[in-house]
């Protein structure tokens, strides 16, 4: 029996390069996203179904559930990974921007995990793999919105991979840094910053593996798990020098 992967936020970056490698593995991918005809393109690459979809919406999301888990009752991966950047400070942000972040970074997986959760419960055991960011550990100023929204998701992760473990759900909370993608351009970073930027491809090789393995929470590339553990460890510290960075202004 094929297995049967939902994957949001499909239609670019890091969730297409998921949906490839998971049909390269032989899953079936229901691939979610509001574009239809990058879904569209991608389902035909990968010989995977559409659903249109803005998983911020949660009524929406429940009758995308519906109608998926009506042609599959066994769900054995849910991958929350749609999301939007945002690129302003909490002072000078517009207000709908603020409460954009949240409703599709932080609510749109916590709609998402409760509508399909019948349904990996069915397949058990499943798995839920949750794309949060480096920016869910630490806070940066000139993108405060968008860090709390990922924090708050961090939180989300954290909270159902405890809860879901008897009930044979294993959660993977994937951290990923600098990516190079559609929706996030790195040419903003200063040139000696630019060699920590990473193609969509190894985030996706990095869920591949944690999937195989078991791997809870994580970081991709590895090494930005230090930047987490300096903010945990020295948060005075952290805030003193970002206040004198130009980039936090
Ligand atoms: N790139 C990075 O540096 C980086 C680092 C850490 C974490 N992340 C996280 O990785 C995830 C994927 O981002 P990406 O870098 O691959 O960016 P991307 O190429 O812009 O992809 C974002 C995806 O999310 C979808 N999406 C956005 N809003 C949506 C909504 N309301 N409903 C449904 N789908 C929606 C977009 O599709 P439509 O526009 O067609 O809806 C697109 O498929 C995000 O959660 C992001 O926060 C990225």
């Keep these: 029996m094929q297995k049967i992967a939902v994957v ?5 970056g890091i969730g297409a390069e998921i949906a490839r490698g998971l049909a390269r593995k ?3 991918c229901v691939l979610v996203a509001r574009r239809e005809d990058r879904l569209r393109a991608l389902a035909d690459e990968t010989g995977g179904e559409i659903e249109v ?3 911020g919406d949660r009524e929406a999301v429940d009758a995308t559930a519906a109608r998926v888990l009506a042609r599959h009752p066994l769900i054995h991966l849910l991958v929350n990974n749609a999301g939007i950047p945002g690129r302003a400070n909490f002072l ?3 207000p709908a921007a603020i409460e954009d972040v949240i409703r599709v970074n932080y609510l749109g997986s916590v709609w998402c995990l409760r509508a399909f959760l019948p349904g990996l419960e069915a397949a058990a055991p499943a798995d839920v793999v949750n794309i949060v960011s480096v920016a869910g550990d630490v806070a940066f100023p000139p993108s405060g919105p968008y860090s709390a929204s990922k924090h708050a998701q961090l939180a989300f992760s954290r909270s159902i991979a405890a809860q879901l473990r008897p009930r044979r759900i294993r959660v993977h909370t994937v951290k990923p840094g600098f990516i190079e993608t559609e929706g996030f351009p790195q040419s903003w970073l200063p040139r000696p910053m630019q060699r920590l930027v990473v193609g969509p491809e190894a985030v996706a090789a990095h869920v591949l593996a944690s999937l ?3 791997r809870g929470e ?3 590339p590895r090494y930005y798990g230090i930047a ?3 903010q945990a460890f020295l948060p005075n510290t952290f805030a003193r020098v970002l206040g004198f960075s130009r980039r936090a202004a």
């Design 8 to 12: 949001t936020g499909a239609s670019s």
């Design 218 to 220: 994580t970081s991709v």
């Design 26 to 28: 032989g899953w079936r």
């Design 92 to 94: 000078n942000a517009d």
């Design 212 to 214: 195989e393995h078991g």
């Design 228 to 230: 987490g553990r300096l």
């Design 53 to 55: 979809c803005d998983v």
